[in-house]
């Protein structure tokens, strides 16, 4: 297991973030991710414009996961409709 970031951007409206961060995190633990942390960054403006929005919310998730898993995740992402973009970043291991 890794340990990744995942910064998530979802709609502003509230109903849409809240239901957007709960497929969000119920992915992720269905595909055996320790979530460590959660992080709420606040709503912000985007830097372009997506699916007609021009703010997000930002939350950003600090997890272990199997890089194995990353491809099906992203699958699983792609479809959802209340979260507008994500990206995994891998953390480097300290010793």
């Known amino acids: 297991m890794r340990k990744y970031e995942l910064m998530a951007i979802f709609p ?3 109903e849409k973030a809240k239901k957007g961060t709960e497929d969000v995190k119920s992915v992720l ?3 055996g991710a320790e979530i460590e942390k959660e992080d ?4 912000r403006d ?5 699916a007609k929005q021009k703010k997000g ?3 950003l998730f600090n997890l ?17 409709m ?5 990206q995994f970043v891998r953390l480097e291991e300290t010793k």
């Open 12 to 14: 502003l409206d509230e």
């Open 29 to 31: 633990t269905n595909f």
């Open 40 to 43: 709420l960054f606040g709503d």
């Open 46 to 50: 985007l830097t372009y414009e997506i």
């Open 57 to 59: 919310r930002f939350v």
């Open 64 to 80: 272990k996961l199997n890089p194995d898993k990353i491809t099906e995740i992203d699958k699983m992402f792609k479809i959802n």
């Open 82 to 86: 209340n979260l507008l973009k994500y």
